[in-house]
């Protein structure tokens, strides 16, 4: 494809993780660059960075701290909670 708008055309109703334009095999061999399908197609990007993304699964782990002000965002709202409150909208 040499026409700019017809290769315009073609990207903005294709659904893929990653396209060529007028090349078959160069795209793989850019590590730099993500690879693979979409949906039913593929299993998403992979390559370089893009793929261990895909193939991390990232565990976030949250730990509240014993002494924390949690409780006061629970009902019944007193006056701390109102307090605090106030606090924040002016923060904001």
Known sequence: M????????VLARTRA???TVNDTLHHIARLNLPFGGVG??????YHGEAGFQTFSHMKPVFRQ???NGAGMLNPPYGKRFWKMLKLLMRLG
């Open 2 to 9: 040499k026409s700019r708008a017809t290769i315009a055309h």
């Open 65 to 67: 701290a014993r002494l």
């Open 17 to 19: 993780c990653g396209v």
């Open 40 to 45: 039913p197609s593929g299993i998403g990007g």
